[in-house]
Nanobody, 122 residues
């Protein structure tokens, strides 16, 4: 079994910064892609940023230039540095990871964290 735990959310004024962390633990051989998603009230969950095992990041247009995704493979951790936050960034942010459980199979299972709330005041 695998668990993803996010942290770092909170209340910040517009223009401020937050850094989210996501730690994976459990039966992990290797983590493939990791990502951050968000869901605002009444809206569908949307991708914010993803990062491959080779550290290649991709971003939603709405956060390009403001957010940076990174990872520390030895710590099974992903980060999301969020700068110049806007009220429209307010949402519950979820971590996602594709995880291999063994060396003899390339099959990867997808896991989600429980989410961390980000609130941005005008």
């Amino acid at each position: 079994q695998v668990q993803l735990v996010e942290s770092g959310g909170g209340l910040v004024q517009a223009g401020g910064s937050l850094r989210l962390s996501c730690v994976a633990s459990g039966s992990i051989f290797r983590i493939n892609a990791m990502g951050w998603y968000r869901q605002a009230p009444g809206k569908a969950r949307e991708v914010v940023a993803t990062i491959t095992s080779g550290d290649s990041g991709n971003y939603a247009d709405s956060v390009k230039g403001r957010f940076t995704i990174s990872r520390h493979n030895a710590k099974n951790t992903a980060y999301l540095q969020m700068n110049n936050l806007k009220p429209e960034d307010a949402a519950v942010y979820y971590c996602n990871a594709d995880i291999r459980h063994s060396s003899w199979s390339t099959y990867a299972s997808t896991y989600w964290g429980q989410g961390t709330q980000v609130t941005v005041s005008p």
